[in-house]
C-alpha cells in the first residue's frame, strides 16, 4: 500500500528565512502532485513532476523529484507572508495518495 | 479556465437527513473524485469514478454512495447523515490519461447536528 509522508506537518518560519518541505512515498512512482491550500479554500495545483530529476519553479517556489530516493523536496526562498499555507504533495499509484499536508505559518 | 463547482459553500443537515452534495465540471475530465478532509487525517477518497455509470470505491466508502449520470456531474450522497460525517468535502477532476492533474472545486462544508 502507497504511503505518502510530509515532513514537517507544521512550520513557523521568519519571512526572509530559507527552508525546505520533504515529501516521502514507498513505492515507485512517475507521478508526483504539489497542492497548496489556503485556510477555508480548497486546493490549488502548484507542480506536477513527471520524471526522475525534474525540477519546476515558481516565484520563491521550486519543487524537484528524485524517484530512486522515492523523494520530493519543496524549496521556499526567502519567505514572504503570502506564502503562509498548507502545502500538501500527493503520488499516483494506482490512484491518487496524498501526504497529510504541511502547514506553513511565515512570520512578518 | 478550468472549473469545478460544488451545489453548497455550507450545509447544515439533522442526523438521519438524506444529503446529497452535487460536483460539476467544465473540462470534459474522465476522472471524477470525492474527497472528506479533516483535521490531522489529511484528504481521504471516498469514491471515484472514471466514466458515466462507472465508481470505485476509495479509502472510506462506508455510510456513503455516488451517482454519475452524466460525464460532467458526479453526486455524493449521505443516506443517513450521522454527526461522524461532519466534515469538509472536496470534488475533484482529472483526465483519464496523461498528466492526470487533479481539479478541486471550491469544497463543502457539512454539519450533522
Known amino acids: 500500500e502507497l504511503k505518502v509522508e510530509q515532513n514537517p506537518l507544521f512550520l513557523s518560519m521568519q519571512e526572509g528565512k530559507n527552508y525546505t518541505i520533504y515529501c516521502n512515498y514507498s513505492?515507485?512512482?512517475?507521478?508526483l502532485y504539489w497542492y497548496r491550500q489556503d485556510p477555508g479554500k480548497s486546493l490549488e495545483s502548484l507542480f506536477v513532476?513527471?520524471?526522475?530529476?525534474a525540477v519546476k519553479q515558481e516565484g520563491r517556489l521550486m519543487a524537484s523529484l528524485d524517484t530512486k530516493a522515492r523523494l520530493s523536496t519543496l524549496h521556499i526562498t526567502a519567505a514572504v507572508h503570502d506564502l503562509s499555507a498548507t502545502y500538501f504533495c500527493?503520488?499516483?499509484?494506482?490512484?491518487?495518495?496524498f501526504g497529510k499536508g504541511t502547514r506553513l505559518h511565515i512570520l512578518p | 479556465d478550468v472549473k469545478v463547482t460544488q451545489s453548497s459553500r455550507y450545509l447544515v443537515k439533522r442526523t438521519g437527513e438524506k444529503v446529497f452534495l452535487e460536483c460539476v465540471q467544465d473540462?470534459?475530465?474522465?476522472?471524477m473524485f470525492w474527497y472528506r478532509q479533516d483535521p490531522g487525517l489529511g484528504l481521504r477518497l471516498i469514491y471515484f469514478s472514471y466514466d458515466v455509470k462507472m465508481k470505485e470505491k476509495g479509502d472510506i466508502p462506508e455510510g456513503y454512495s455516488v451517482s454519475r449520470e452524466k460525464k460532467e456531474r458526479f453526486s455524493l450522497i449521505l443516506e443517513s447523515a450521522s454527526t461522524n460525517q461532519t466534515s469538509m468535502y472536496l470534488c475533484a477532476s482529472s483526465r483519464l490519461a496523461g498528466v492526470y492533474e487533479q481539479y478541486f472545486g471550491p469544497g463543502t462544508r457539512l454539519t450533522v447536528t
Open positions: 473540462m470534459d475530465h474522465e476522472n
Open positions: 500527493a503520488v499516483r499509484d494506482d490512484k491518487i495518495i
Open positions: 513505492t515507485t512512482s512517475d507521478r
Open positions: 513532476l513527471l520524471s526522475n530529476g
